[in-house]
Antibody, heavy 122, light 110 residues
């Protein structure tokens, strides 16, 4: 059974940093691209970042480019999101999601975690 | 990276069909055959119901179908059931490993 478990969320002040983790199990982690997607509780889904199976291809939404860094450790079956210079508008539930392909060139996300809540507030 | 445009809500009676549209641009929906649709129940994570415009993952009923014409993709739910009531989001590949989501559509079963 595929499982994705996010952790690392919490309450943080604007300008500070936070690192999210996603522990994957139930599939061959290093065969697939992975994504972070966030959702403001009152709004819809927003794609944040993607990383290919071998970490060669990485992409970010314009809203987080230069502040967030995605990475993965295939030996640990883990995905990460380093979030720096956090802003109030980064407040959201952050989901980790598995791509159906190895390089996220199609963007079909077939499994999602339950999310970890990040709240950025003074 | 502008969000795809979806209607805020659609509704239908049990047994009827409803169609949700998803309008993008010639740089995303119109260019790539990589549109996916997700269903999200309250308080739950999204679930994939359509990928690559028309394909259904295993376990998704054939009442769900997808299509695309120009810059607009569509999700049709036939034989609407009470359990289909949820929020639905479209998503398109937008090149260089980036994705863009729609704003979401609430489906109400009357």
């Amino acid at each position: 059974e595929v499982q994705l478990v996010e952790s690392g969320g919490g309450l943080v002040q604007p300008g500070r940093s936070l690192r999210l983790s996603c522990a994957a199990s139930g599939f061959t982690f290093d065969d697939y691209a992975m994504h972070w997607v966030r959702q403001d509780p009152r709004k819809g889904l927003e794609w944040v970042s993607s990383i290919s199976w071998n970490s060669v291809s990485i992409a970010y939404a314009d809203s987080v480019k230069g502040r967030f860094t995605i990475s993965r450790d295939n030996a640990k079956n883990s995905l990460y999101l380093q979030m720096d210079s956090l802003r109030v508008e980064d407040t959201a539930l952050y989901y980790c999601a598995k791509d159906m392909s190895y390089d996220s060139s199609g963007g079909s996300l077939d499994f999602w975690g339950q999310g970890t809540l990040v709240t950025v507030s003074p | 990276q502008s969000a795809l445009t979806q209607p805020r809500s659609v509704s239908g009676s049990p047994g009827q069909s409803v169609t949700i549209t998803c309008t993008g641009t010639s740089s995303d929906v119109g260019y790539y055959n990589y549109v996916s649709w997700y269903r999200q129940n309250p308080g739950k994570a999204p679930n994939l119901v359509i990928y690559d415009v028309t394909k259904r993952p295993s376990g998704v009923p054939d009442r769900f179908s997808g299509s695309k014409s120009g810059n607009t993709a569509s999700l049709t739910i036939s034989g609407l059931q009470a359990e289909d009531e949820a929020d639905y989001y479209c998503c398109s590949y937008a090149g260089t490993y980036t994705l863009v989501f729609g704003g979401g559509t609430k489906v109400t079963v009357l």
